[in-house]
């Protein structure tokens, strides 16, 4: 099963190329809409390049968007997007470990 984070316009432009449920070949597509929940590691990173030595503290992001990479802070609207192939690559619920999904998404469609 394929898990992805997505901004709400990669989010958006998903649902809009793929259809919710499973398709007559057994493949499966679910949207969640939520926010973000994930924790961020507590304190700057530090990176260190290891070509020139030079050492910085960074704050990452929560997550990014495994579309186009944007930054997904916790409290931000996003997607939660599964892929499977019915039959070998089962679905399973996940969602909820990465965002607190909205009530008025529907459930997925039999």
């Known amino acids: 099963m394929k898990r992805d984070i997505l901004c ?5 432009r998903s649902k809009s ?8 070949n057994g493949e499966g597509i679910k949207h969640v809409l939520g926010r973000m929940r994930l924790g ?13 030595g030079e050492r910085r503290e960074e704050i990452k992001p929560t997550c ?4 186009c990479n944007v930054a997904v802070m916790i409290g931000d609207r996003c997607y939660a997007r599964s892929m499977w192939i019915e039959g070998r690559v089962p679905y399973y619920e996940w969602e909820e470990e ?3 999904p909205d009530s008025t998404v ?5």
């Open 17 to 24: 190329m793929f259809p919710e449920g499973v398709d007559q």
């Open 64 to 67: 990014v968007c495994d579309n």
């Open 98 to 100: 990465y965002i607190e």
């Open 106 to 110: 529907p459930p997925l469609p039999s």
């Open 8 to 12: 709400v316009e990669c989010g958006e």
């Open 40 to 52: 961020q590691p507590p304190g700057p990173l530090l990176i260190l390049n290891m070509a020139t």
